[in-house]
């Protein structure tokens, strides 16, 4: 079973960083396409921003200049980097990948961000 995993959520100030981590049980060459998502109580799951195969990035409108996904083959990661955090970046995380027809998942990371 392929298995997504994130990590480096946390509680950070606004204007702050921090780097989530997406790490695979295969290799991520395996898949077409990883990002990350996010969810709120009150809204739905929405892209924050994607990689693909080849290095190819998409990002939301409003975490463009701000947010860098990136991916590191060797040891199977997904990092998305996020600068100058605002309060409305608050969410739980989720990595993504395009696995063959299947969409797989993590369990989620929660991302605090304080006035």
């Known amino acids: 079973q392929v298995q997504l995993a994130e990590s480096g959520g946390g509680l950070v100030q606004a204007g702050g960083s921090l780097r989530l981590s997406c790490g695979a049980s295969?290799?991520?060459?395996?898949?077409?396409?990883m990002g990350w998502y996010r969810q709120t109580p009150v809204k739905q799951r929405e892209l924050v921003a994607t990689i693909a195969r080849d290095r190819v990035t998409n990002y939301a409108d409003s975490v463009k200049g701000r947010f860098t996904i990136s991916r590191d083959n060797a040891n199977n990661t997904v990092y998305l980097e996020m600068n100058s955090l605002k309060p409305e970046d608050t969410a739980v995380y989720y990595c993504?990948?395009?696995?063959?027809?299947?969409?797989?998942w993590g369990q989620g990371t929660q991302v605090t961000v304080s006035p």
């Open positions: 993504h990948a395009r696995y063959w027809a299947d969409q797989l």
């Open positions: 295969i290799s991520i060459f395996s898949f077409q396409q």
